[in-house]
């Protein structure tokens, strides 16, 4: 793989020659100290104020409307108020946990921020997108972008699939959502073929550059087909329901080598993004994150307890909370992580509803934390059946 073919690959590059067949998507090129900001991964988690801001940490909490990049609001709302972002390759899919709504839908540059900030997957695109190529001399692209893509809540994920190009040769299709099974894809497999490859010789095929390559697709309900990104051949890219090598020997055979590939049965489900949670939520092991975070809840609360502050201000642990929502959790645990999360300011005040979101986990480990607790090494066993 060479770099001129990683790069054919990046979304603003490829995009305005292929507009009329993609979904709508405005493009913004992105300021070097936000990109520092999105590669730091030893400072606070913040939130900045503004994508063109020269300092994109903030020192403290603005009010909500000053807090809006007037661009990117624009932006959205031209795209009709709700969007999901990417870089010039990869979306935050990995950090689609964080979200109050459980997927990538943003409606405002706060949200984007936050998975763009939240994103594992995205370091891969600031510093390892040419850790694959054999020509390689840089390690990161001279400009990022922001691409923030129309955001359409009626798509449908089993309709969404992956082609594969070898030698401007058509190979393969795969299922791109290998995480359900879904019947209507065995009723339409054959229309969804002729479809696919109409459009592949029709649209794709001589635009763009690359010999070898994938591209992603979605197949509308009257079976027209839209674009949604293009990938390099083999590296970083999945294979999804194919090998690689199975891909490669397809060219070998004689005749028509394409072979569409769909999950066909419940045991063919695979494991994928969307179930992806920070192993920390899940261990509660000495000495782990929740360990010292429950540790740590001890020492405020009690601090808290003891402050004369506590006792005169009805609202100091928080304003307008019911006592009786806190009352379910008599540790106080998610009382504290309010405190110090949201009134301190280590998030925007907007994302107060995350707070809510962690309840049930909150809930749960205080829960096993304080059975275990009590349970002696006779009757351990019982807790957990």
Known sequence: ???????????????????????????????????????????????????????ALPNRIHK??????????????????????????????????????????????????????????????????????????????????????KWYSSLRPEMEFRCFVRNGILVGVSQREVTGFYPVLLEKKDELITAIQGFFNYKVKGNFE??????????????????????????????????????????????????????????????????AVPYDYLDTSPGSGWDEFLRKADEQLAQQIRSPQAGEDPNFYGPGLPSSEFGFYSNHYVHWMYFTVIRKGTLCPQ???????????????????ERSMKATSADAQTVFD
């Not at 994302?351 to 934390?369: E, G, K, M, P, T």
Request: with cysteine; proline share 5%.
């Open 64 to 149: 909500p409307e000053e807090e809006e990049d007037f661009e990117i609001k624009e932006s959205i709302k031209a795209l009709g108020g709700s969007v999901f972002p990417k870089l010039n390759w990869s979306a935050p899919k990995d950090a689609a946990w964080i979200s109050s709504t459980g997927n990538l839908c943003c409606n405002s540059f706060s949200e984007v921020a936050l998975l763009l900030r939240a994103s594992d997957s995205l370091i891969h695109d600031l510093c390892h997108v040419y850790d694959s190529c054999s020509d390689k001399t840089v390690s990161r692209p001279p400009k990022f972008f922001l691409a923030l893509r």
């Open 210 to 275: 690359s010999e070898s390559y994938t591209f992603d697709i979605y197949v509308t309900n009257d079976e027209r087909v839209k674009l949604l990104d293009f990938n390099p051949w083999g590296a970083f890219t999945l294979s999804l329901l194919f090998t690689w090598e199975e891909l490669e020997d397809k060219l070998k055979e004689e005749g028509n080598c394409l072979e569409f590939r769909i999950v066909e049965g419940q045991c063919g489900v695979r494991p994928g993004l969307k179930t």
């Open 1 to 55: 793989m060479k770099e001129e073919e990683v790069n054919r690959c990046q979304i603003q590059e490829w995009y305005p020659r292929f507009k009329s067949d993609s979904i709508k998507t405005v493009i913004h090129e992105l300021p070097e100290s936000f990109v520092e900001y999105l590669s730091d991964d030893h400072g606070p988690f913040l939130l900045p104020l503004s994508i063109d801001d020269d300092d």
């Open 351 to 369: 994302f107060s509803s995350l707070y809510y979101a962690f309840l049930d986990i909150l809930n749960i480990q205080c829960y096993v934390r």
